[in-house]
């Protein structure tokens, strides 16, 4: 009796070591074949999985146009900012008598581009440059939020675009 069990476990050893390698290998393929398409809860899933990623990535890139577009205005106030340094130097910017380190939009014409300047006003006060009177409706167009302002030194204009 003993003999008979020790046979069987021989024979199922045997059994296991030829599961093992290329025999295992083929009904692993084999099973494989057996599997098509997906089930109906794995594509689930999957719509469930994309339906989070784009209710994440549909607000953030529209906070990036917004901020894209602030700063862009921001961007457009520095360069009002280097043409009124232009006509400083030419001469152009301020009355002498009244006001000689302030440049209004009608003085800064001929030094900017592409900019409604109606009501932009460029001043130099102790070798700090500022403007005011900037608005989102002066400098391209405006932000998502609206009332967005530009009113500020150069140095405090530039560290906003950064």
């Not at 290329?22 to 692993?28: A, L, R, T, W």
């Not at 997906?38 to 953030?60: F, S």
């Not at 000689?100 to 109606?118: D, H, I, K, M, Q």
Request: charged share 20%; net charge negative; glycine share 12%.
């Amino acid at each position: 009796m003993q003999q008979t069990s020790v046979q069987g476990i021989n024979e199922n050893i045997k059994e296991i070591k030829n599961l093992g390698g290329n025999d295992m290998f083929k009904q692993m393929k084999k099973s494989v074949k057996n599997e098509k398409g997906l089930t109906l809860i794995e594509l689930l899933a999957v719509i469930v999985i994309l339906g989070i990623i784009a209710a994440i990535a549909v607000p953030a890139i529209g906070n990036i146009i917004s901020d894209s577009r602030d700063k862009a205005i921001v961007s457009e106030a520095l360069n009002v900012i280097a043409g009124a340094k232009l006509a400083h130097v030419n001469g152009d910017c301020g009355d002498a008598s009244n006001t000689p380190n302030v440049c209004e939009a009608g003085e800064l014409a001929g030094y900017v581009e592409g900019v409604t300047l109606t009501g932009i006003e460029v001043e130099k006060n102790a070798g700090v440059w500022s403007i005011s009177g900037v608005d989102a409706s002066n400098l391209g167009a405006p932000s998502a939020g609206g009332g967005f302002v530009v009113n500020g030194t150069e140095a405090a204009l530039a560290a906003q675009i950064d």
